[in-house]
């Protein structure tokens, strides 16, 4: 099944109110747009992929240029099923300037296509292809509680999701400055949802160690469940320090950009849950090789945004427990995961599942 064409393209998709999200310390400001770069992937055999990639702030079109220039050639004529030999060849290509970084981001969006394709080839979705691990995943609301919403308009965009079965919503904090404000918004969150509800204290690396492990403690009091990416993800001694210290379990992840960076923090054993972002590490094929050393040491796996992706994933791996609900896309995409039950539960079409509404791609193109 040779790849004979691969093509992309670049929407910049506005951010409701409730979906702005904030971008790594120290800039405050959040973006108020995502870019999507989409790929699509065509065979001999006519079985076809949909893969993408995210960009907050600056690089979508550099991402764009690198699947043109660099990793276009180095797929086209292979077998698409060949996604390990691929990840392979796609890493080394950017051996001598490192893999990190724009050009894992941009291989994981080609690496996404092969999947889809994988499993469409396969005549299954790709949480069958994956192991189908269980038919549906816990889901936690985590575009309500975003940076500079209120606790009551957190609240109040958090509730639908709530009633349809989410588990909890993920709250995010530190980018203005004030712990005291954060911490009192995290409690009002906190109250609202009542005690059986289960909450997420998410700030991306913005804290110092003595700051975060008084907000650990405050946490504890006001039953926050977790506490993820406190201070900045090189700080190893820093992670260590505070987990024999913190009175609330931890989890790391969302700015760490290698297979490598993440066994170093499973084998260490501090922390219990691990947050990889799919397209940050380049893709599905290096998330499953972290899921499996996670799976070996007991170490939950907890994927960041992407649920079109992260459905499959949960669904598929045992050491996955359940999904981000992010709505960034929802209206780009048809077909792909819904609520039932309380679950969110992938398409039962092959591959992904997913396909591309062109009116509303349309109107968000880059040419």
Not at 46 to 70: D, H, I, K, M, P
Not at 144 to 169: H, I, M, N, W
Not at 264 to 291: E, Q, S
């Amino acid at each position: 099944m040779k790849i004979t064409r691969l093509t992309t393209d670049r929407l910049h998709i506005p951010f409701a109110k409730a979906s702005r999200v904030s971008l790594t310390a120290p800039t405050p400001a959040a973006p108020d747009a995502v870019e999507l770069i989409l790929v699509h992937l065509e065979t001999d055999e006519g079985v076809t992929g949909l893969g993408f990639c995210y960009v907050l702030g600056a690089g979508g079109n550099a991402v764009r240029s690198l699947l043109v220039t660099e990793l276009s050639p180095i797929i086209l004529g292979e077998d698409a099923r060949d996604t390990e030999r691929l990840f392979a060849r796609g890493e080394s290509r950017f051996r001598t300037v490192g893999f990190a970084g724009l050009a894992a981001r941009a291989y994981s969006a080609i690496d996404i296509a092969l999947w889809d394709v994988k499993a469409k080839a396969a005549g299954v979705p790709l949480a069958k292809l994956l192991g189908g691990a269980k038919p549906g995943a816990a889901f936690v609301v985590s575009d309500a509680a975003t940076l500079g919403r209120d606790a009551s308009e957190s609240l109040k965009a958090a509730k639908p999701f709530l009633k349809q079965g989410a588990v909890g919503v993920r709250v995010e904090i530190g980018a203005g400055g004030d712990v005291q404000a954060d911490a009192e918004r995290v409690r009002e969150i906190q109250d609202g949802l009542g005690q059986d509800g289960w909450i997420a204290v998410t700030a991306d690396g913005r804290f110092d160690l003595s700051t975060a492990l008084a907000l650990t403690h405050f946490f504890e009091d006001v039953g926050v469940d977790v506490f993820e990416d406190p201070i900045p993800a090189a700080d190893a001694i820093g992670y260590d320090k505070l987990a024999r210290l913190a009175e609330v379990p931890l989890a790391i992840g969302a700015n760490l950009d290698s297979r490598e960076a993440f066994f170093r923090v499973i084998r260490d054993g501090t922390i219990r849950t691990i947050r990889p972002d799919v397209c940050r590490l380049g893709g599905i094929t290096p998330l499953l090789k972290v899921a499996a050393v996670a799976e070996a040491y007991h170490v939950a796996v907890s994927p960041v945004r992407l649920p079109e992706v992260g459905v499959h994933l949960a669904c598929g791996l045992a050491s996955v427990p359940h999904v981000d609900s992010v709505s960034w896309f929802k209206d780009v995409f048809t077909g792909g995961a819904k609520i039932e039950s309380g679950k969110m539960v992938p398409s039962a079409e092959p591959g992904l599942g997913l396909s591309i509404d062109e009116g509303v791609a349309a109107k968000w193109r880059i040419v």
